[in-house]
């Protein structure tokens, strides 16, 4: 959908993209990967409390380390166009979507994070599930429309995609 925005805003878009893949897959994915043999192995061995013990120390680590992202991406917000291209107008937007990447890098860890812990106890329909409610039932209804309304842009689909995060988070 950014595509359909303009080269500024697909810019702006691939470098937040880029930056929000690159925290996730440094630390919450592991974790995540970690949480589904740890968990599962303990659930295998019939010891749940165990099994919860660590599935909640998972969730604090990824939880957690994506917090300080979010501080490290809103902190920065202004300069982290300039790693990526020269172009004022992309790092100007990129600083624009900063705070909302920022917002969503927290539910991104707990989120990734649950995924594992389900993969874990054998619940991968259930994390499909709610990954396709998140986001095809929440951050995409909810992010169009405004990108595309009067004053297009692609800020409306990082809140979308904030909000489509938050709301897997309870899952």
Known sequence: LAGLLGQTAVDAHMVMLSIATFTFMSFPYG??????VRVGNLVGAQQPAR?????????????????????????????????FTPDAAVGAL???????AALFQVADGFVGVSGGVLRGVGRQALSA???????????????????????????PLWWGLAAGLVSAAPA
Do not use: D, E, K, Q
């Open 31 to 36: 974790v995540a990967t970690a949480a589904a």
């Open 51 to 83: 099994a919860r013990a660590a599935a909640s120390t998972c969730l604090a680590l990824g939880t957690g380390s994506m917090a300080c992202f979010a501080v490290l991406i809103f902190a920065f917000r202004a300069s982290l166009g300039s790693i």
């Open 94 to 100: 990129v600083a624009r979507i900063a705070p909302v």
């Open 129 to 155: 599930c709610v990954t396709i409610a998140a986001f095809w039932g929440r951050a995409v209804p909810l992010g169009a429309p405004p990108a595309f309304a009067a004053h297009p842009g692609v800020v």
